[in-house]
């Protein structure tokens, strides 16, 4: 069984940076390729970023490209999202999640295994 743990949300300002982290239980954790994905009340999930098993490709959807980076630790069993100059509209739920590297990041479909979310909230 994989468990999925984030942390490091918060309320921050807008302009302001945060880092989320998400460890991940189990011996398998380089084999799984690691998104992250967010849902605003209303709104359904969306894809923000993944990295490959091997942490040598990344994906971002466009509007977090430049602010966010996402990295991954694998002698730690974790994923980090890196997030700057935040903005009202990255206000979310977000979430980490893992998945047999396909080569496809974008859908939820891909992924395997949740973690429970952590909250986000950026003031203007």
């Known amino acids: 069984q994989v468990q999925l743990v984030e942390s490091g949300g918060g309320l921050v300002q807008a302009g302001d940076s945060l880092r989320l982290s998400c460890a991940v239980s189990g011996r398998t954790f380089s084999t799984y390729a690691m998104g992250w994905f967010r849902q605003a009340p209303g709104k359904e999930r969306e894809f923000v970023a993944a990295v490959s098993r091997s942490g040598g490709n990344t994906y971002y959807t466009e509007s977090v490209k430049g602010r966010f980076t996402i990295s991954r630790g694998n002698a730690k069993n974790s994923v980090y999202l890196q997030m700057a100059s935040l903005k009202p509209e990255d206000t979310a739920v977000y979430y980490c999640?893992?998945?047999?590297?396909?080569?496809?990041?974008?859908?939820?479909?891909?992924?395997?295994?949740w973690g429970q979310g952590t909250q986000v909230t950026v003031s203007s």
């Open positions: 999640a893992a998945g047999r590297d396909s080569g496809r990041y974008s859908s939820p479909t891909d992924y395997n295994y």
